[in-house]
């Protein structure tokens, strides 16, 4: 529970200027060598094993930042603390966070996907995003240098020598990146729960303090330390069984880090689709004469449609559809599935095909993958995320045939040429501003690999990547799968990276591609 002088500096943090930026502490120099015979073996050349240390007035007015950076971009779609979503909260509150989180509200059609898509539940939903951590990348020896003018350390010699000796022995002699003074209320707190590991402070002979106040020196965040970089693998040993198992399953913690890269590879090297104009939405509601309802007629339940029946027939009818989104198919309506030029069914691996850069769903999917790496991944990279993810919402929705006016949207009306002028025009400002974005994600995916995982584990990741329109034989063909699957010979590929989506089809771990 937290302590009432934590709330009440936490609530004062809350209150400092924005534009406060994060300065970093640069890593402490070594007392002694590295003496684990691990560490050599299992960090490539370019990671040496170090401490940096964030002060802590510095990092804590970095995660107060951050946090109202969030509140700022979620504001709207956040539902009053009496609304009953958030009923019991302030029971909660008392036993657990003392904030004034709420939930999002789920019939507001900007925000609601952040809880449909994304997980984003309850006051938790928010809670999570808030939540602060430093950025891998400190870790890495290439950006470390960038960093070190920007230190800041006021402990003496001796206490560095202190620090130094507990965050080692903590992270298994890995090093990290140590928030001075953070204690264990701040992890799921103001902190991310994931990847934060305290710091104890040692006494005689590396006994942990037994005084339960004040006994962290900090908390540490490495993601090598987080996946178990410190316990070797024999790979010489082929009959070693615990030791195939537990590389096989690192293969499967890897694959879902590999997908993302590769996902986000092949958008950066798209070419946009500038004339799809949103029609995912009205595809949805497409009924034509004789045609079942569609499945999907219930979406957005909460609000009335702005156009005709007819008119959305029409619109959908004029030139066909054109929607890369391999995702957004299967909320088509099965009428409207043979009118996309792209396919009416899809496999999941067709993603790394049809995925490309003018796609606002793709822009979306930057917080699906951002999220992927919380705990590890630079927070002011998550909020750019965020802001371009409701952006992106905001046109997906003001192109809709909903009418969501109501919501602060306002209208874009593709079924005229006006608006389909103007949907293109916002189209390639989003996609120009998602750019950047997508280019960060991608180099923090990249970094975090090199430091999570062994070099050798990540080979063949590139299997998923090749040029744009390929794929290799070795990640489709069932046979090849299914060997490397069980075997832990190579890349891990996920069961539903072989499924299919259709019109008001299934999930897709529900629809698996069948192997004869």
Request: charged share 25%; net charge neutral.
């Amino acid at each position: 529970m937290t302590s009432s002088r934590s709330c009440k500096h936490l609530i004062l943090l809350i209150y400092l200027s924005i534009s406060l930026q994060l300065q970093v502490a640069s890593s402490l120099s070594s007392p002694s060598p590295i003496t684990s015979n691990t560490d050599a073996a299992m960090l490539s050349s370019t990671l040496t094993p170090k401490i940096i240390t964030i002060s802590e007035i510095i990092w804590r007015k970095a995660a107060s930042n951050h946090s109202q950076r969030i509140r700022q971009l979620l504001q709207p779609g956040l539902t009053p603390l009496e609304h009953n979503f958030n009923s019991g909260k302030s029971k909660r509150r008392q036993q657990h966070y003392i904030d004034d989180w709420t939930a999002l509200d789920p019939v507001n059609p900007i925000y609601n996907f952040l809880i449909e898509y994304y997980g984003l539940k309850g006051a938790k939903g928010p809670r999570r995003l808030a939540r602060w951590a430093p950025d891998p990348k400190l870790l890495w020896e290439e950006h470390c240098n960038e960093m070190a003018s920007s230190i800041v350390s006021s402990s003496s010699s001796v206490e560095k020598e202190q620090l130094y000796k507990a965050a080692m022995k903590a992270s298994h002699g890995l090093g990290g990146v140590l928030l001075e003074n953070a204690n264990i209320d701040d992890i799921g707190g103001t902190l991310h729960m994931r990847g934060g590991v305290p710091v104890p402070i040692m006494v005689e002979e590396g006994d942990p303090q037994e005084d339960t106040e004040q006994q962290l020196h900090g908390v540490l965040y490495n993601p090598a330390v987080f996946y178990n970089r410190h316990l070797p693998l024999n790979n010489n040993n082929n009959n070693d069984k615990d030791d195939k198992e537990r590389k096989q399953q690192l293969l499967k913690t890897i694959a879902p880090f590999q997908w993302y890269t590769s996902i986000l590879k092949q958008t950066l090297n798209s070419d946009p689709i500038l004339h799809c104009y949103g029609l995912h939405e009205w595809a949805m509601q497409y009924h034509p004469e004789g045609a079942d309802p569609p499945p999907s007629a219930k979406y957005q339940s909460s609000l009335n449609l702005r156009v005709s029946r007819q008119v959305i027939n029409d619109t959908v009818e004029r030139k066909g559809v054109r929607c890369t989104h391999v995702d957004a198919l299967r909320f088509f309506a099965p009428a409207a599935g043979p009118l996309n030029h792209h396919g009416a069914s899809l496999q999941r691996m067709d993603q790394l095909r049809l995925e490309q850069k003018g796609c606002v769903h793709a822009h979306m999917d930057l917080l699906k993958i951002g999220l992927k790496l919380q705990g590890f991944i630079d927070s002011e990279l998550m909020v750019d995320i965020l802001e371009v993810a409701l952006a992106a919402r905001k046109l997906d929705v003001e192109a809709s045939p909903y009418d969501a006016t109501e919501y602060g949207a306002g209208i874009v009306p593709i079924e005229t040429n006006e608006g389909r002028k103007v949907y293109r025009e916002r189209q390639i400002g989003l996609m120009q501003r998602a750019e950047s974005v997508r280019q960060r994600l991608l180099d923090a995916y990249e970094v975090f690999m090199k430091i999570a995982f062994d070099e050798s584990l990540l080979l063949g990741s590139d299997e998923f990547v090749g040029g744009r329109g390929k794929r290799t034989p070795s990640v489709v063909d069932d046979n090849v799968v299914t060997s490397k699957s069980n075997t832990g010979d190579g890349p891990y590929v996920a069961p539903e990276r072989l499924a299919m989506a259709e019109p008001g089809g299934l999930p897709w771990r529900k629809n698996l591609i069948e192997k004869s």
